[in-house]
């Protein structure tokens, strides 16, 4: 689970198309373009030309069969890329030169290579002109402070950035040192070996799965004086090959560990992996199973979980979708062996936890809700469709909310929360609650395109908090607009440490498009949770005033463009009657 080099690439985290969208900085309530190819078929979250010419991409399978055949590492991972430098080269026209030159066959022309000079955005990866101050996309000035202040820092503004992370780092290390839990703290997960996941390989643009996300919520915490301060950091652990088997198959587990031994590799052309990912992989699995079972325990109010690489696209037994372990999967197994009974996984991540919900498709004990953009599975990475509820006698336990549009925004959120999340959570009264909190349906986010704010955010925290007696741990997924996801995260915090969430959004109107999609999904779920049905009938009968409604002004509408009454029936009526053909002269014959 981009922009101007979005044109040349197909997006997706998810991205899914052939296209950018730079109208959802600019005015997020603009529609985005669907993330499809022209063929319909479902693209990568992000691909920046990243073809089989230019790179040997690496799937759990693959490099199982490679293992299983004792073949090297390096042959396994082996890729073959071709890079061409960004270059202008200035032509002379030899027809430009005068007639009466005598001798020029031994004349070439003068190459001059001019270097474009350019800097990518550090809040949304876009690519610009060096002579442009502001990015051309979200307006961040070219020496932002947004890795120094977090989203406090004013984007239009030079801020140049400081060793922020040192500062970080070295006041996490003290207060880990003399932790003490209280029942009432928060807690929080972060190692600062989760920053050197990254994508070696040069491409056009940044990776949007970068390590920067991490340091712009650190920083926007940091400033706004939340943690290191009011949260409390537990000690990271890598997780064990035993807790990891009871979620992904040995062949996946395999394929993550044996990337440690390769400088650069791919298990999808959006999917990177260098040889500290494995570890940052392990470590954030491991903070979110200690981060649930600490909640469970009472030794924490709640938790955030602040890892990477994120983990809902994960599944059995591939890596996909920037994601390598999947973390939410790790920490409900966590809750269930720590004593809970029953967990619920909330995700509102814009693109569909495929690897999440397959983990527990089967299972009972788990609740999976998903609330995504689908577009009838244009968009990356093609699965939750409505009618996935679950197989196996399991069937009404993974809920999905597909939204058909991008754009969707706080007032759909909530409408679908209060309809379909909050009646069916509360029928399964779980003991323990996860939200894989991806941020990319963030207003601003380039790959997301929606319109979801810090508000909205805060506000479906609160409403989750009311369940499982408030043992809530929320784990960070996606979010690639830095200003974003680092206010975001910061409002969601806000409200597990007992901040009220501020405005209510409840009384707003959802859209017509959201109101059909929540329609869908109670028709569907409510043979498996009765008390949807009575909810069902009292939105269908808004649906048919709503229909009623628009059918009226459909009307009015025909009628403006009508001719008026005078035109009918008073001194024209000779005319319009002709005009609408209601009479036909008929030519007599010649006799």
């Not at 400081?162 to 290390?173: N, R, S």
């Not at 109107?509 to 049905?533: C, D, H, R, Y």
Request: with cysteine.
């Amino acid at each position: 689970m981009v922009i101007e080099a979005l044109q040349t690439s197909r997006l997706a985290n998810g991205e899914a198309e052939n296209s950018n969208c730079p109208e959802s900085f600019l005015s997020p309530r603009q529609d985005c373009k669907r993330r499809h190819g022209s063929n319909g078929t479902i693209a990568t979250p992000y691909d920046e030309n990243c073809t089989n010419e230019h790179m040997v991409g690496v799937s759990s399978r693959d490099a199982t069969e490679d293992i299983d055949t004792n073949i090297q590492p390096d042959v396994v991972f082996k890729k073959a890329r071709v890079q061409r430098e960004l270059t202008l080269q200035d032509m002379y026209n030899q027809d430009s030169f005068d007639d009466d030159d005598e001798d020029d066959s031994d004349w070439e022309p003068m190459q001059k290579h001019f270097e474009i000079m350019k800097w990518f955005c550090t809040n949304c990866t876009m690519v610009n002109l060096d002579d442009v101050v502001h990015c051309d996309i979200c307006g961040e000035h070219k020496e932002s402070g947004i890795l120094r202040h977090g989203f406090f820092a004013s984007p239009s503004s030079q801020d140049g950035p400081t060793d922020v992370e040192l500062e970080f780092k070295g006041k996490y290390k003290d207060m880990q040192s003399g932790v003490s839990f209280s029942n009432r703290c928060t807690a929080i997960g972060f190692d600062e070996r989760m920053l050197l996941h990254s994508e070696v390989e040069m491409k056009p643009r940044p990776h949007p799965e970068r390590p920067d996300r991490l340091r712009a919520i650190a920083a926007s915490l940091a400033t706004a004086g939340i943690f290191p301060g009011r949260c409390h950091p537990i000690s990271a652990r890598e997780i064990t090959r035993e807790e990891l088997k009871m979620v992904h198959s040995l062949e996946q587990i395999e394929a993550v560990d044996l990337s440690s031994q390769i400088h650069s590799s791919y298990f999808t052309p959006d999917t990177y992996a260098n040889e500290h990912s494995a570890r940052a992989a392990r470590l954030a699995a491991g903070l979110c199973a200690d981060l649930a079972s600490t909640i469970l325990s009472g030794r924490a109010k709640n938790g955030f979980a602040l890892v990477r690489p994120p983990g809902h696209h994960a599944g059995v037994s591939q890596a996909m979708g920037f994601c390598l372990h999947n973390n939410a999967a790790v920490a409900a197994l966590a809750a269930l062996a720590a004593g809970a009974k029953k967990v619920l996984i909330v995700d509102w991540d814009v693109h569909h936890g495929n690897g999440t919900q397959e983990i527990f498709e089967r299972n009972k004990s788990v609740l999976y809700i998903s609330l995504h953009r689908h577009e009838g599975g244009r968009f990356y990475p093609g699965t939750g469709a409505a009618n996935e509820v679950g197989i196996d006698g399991a069937e009404g336990y993974c809920v999905n909310v597909p939204w058909n549009r991008g754009g969707v925004g706080d007032n759909d959120y909530v409408f679908a929360f209060q309809n379909v999340v909050l009646p069916i959570a509360s029928e399964f009264d779980p003991d323990f609650t996860i939200i894989s909190a991806g941020f990319d349906a963030a207003r601003g986010d380039p790959l997301g395109c929606c319109d979801v704010t810090p508000a909205g955010y805060a506000q479906m925290t609160h409403m989750l908090n009311a369940l499982s007696g408030g043992k809530l741990l929320v784990i960070l997924e996606g979010g690639y607009n830095l200003r974003s996801i680092s206010s975001s995260a910061t409002s969601v915090i806000k409200v597990l440490l007992g901040e009220n969430p501020g405005c209510e959004l409840g009384d707003s109107a959802p859209s017509k498009s959201g109101l059909v999609t929540v329609l869908e999904v109670l028709k569907i779920q409510m043979n498996f949770w009765p008390s949807l049905a009575s909810r069902f009938t009292e939105l269908q009968s808004l649906w048919e005033i709503y229909a009623a409604e628009n059918k009226k002004k459909q009307i009015k509408k025909i009628r403006r463009a009508d001719a008026p009454i005078w035109w009918k029936w008073g001194r024209k009526r000779l005319l319009y009657q002709i005009i609408k053909g209601h009479l036909r002269v008929r030519s007599r014959g010649v006799n």
